[in-house]
């Protein structure tokens, strides 16, 4: 019994602060205007940028007409946003994302 507390505590590790560590970003696409959620992985979707800061080169694809989008985004060494590019739609603030796609509700609705 008092091995299995040992190993149940060993094997329970408790993170301190759950970091998130990714970037959240949206966008629409600009023929379909889909809204899509595209989660950059802080330690594998970015690479080192000038000036200390980070880079991310994304191909980003809707689930409606499948056009292919290509984010280029600027951070600096915060993880803040410094310049933003993309091609073939364009970006979209969390509110603007969630008034798209209201929870619950297929954004692939008909009639939208
Ligand atoms: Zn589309």
């Known amino acids: 019994m008092g091995l299995l ?8 590790p408790k993170p301190s602060k759950e970091a998130d560590d ?5 966008v629409e696409c600009g023929r379909c205007k889909s809204a899509v959620h595209v989660r950059l992985d802080k330690r594998h979707d970015l690479s080192q940028g000038e000036a200390g800061g980070y880079f ?5 694809m809707d689930s409606k007409c499948f056009r292919l989008m290509t984010a ?3 951070l600096d060494s915060g993880y803040r946003v410094q310049a933003q590019d993309l091609q073939g739609g364009r970006f979209l603030s969390k509110e ?4 798209a796609t209201p ?3 297929d954004p692939r609705r008909p009639g939208s």
């Open 5 to 12: 507390d040992r190993l149940t505590s060993l094997f329970s």
């Open 22 to 26: 990714a970037i959240h970003i949206y």
């Open 56 to 60: 991310v080169r994304k191909e980003i």
């Open 72 to 74: 280029e985004i600027t």
């Open 96 to 99: 603007e994302f969630e008034a």
């Open 103 to 105: 929870s619950g509700v």
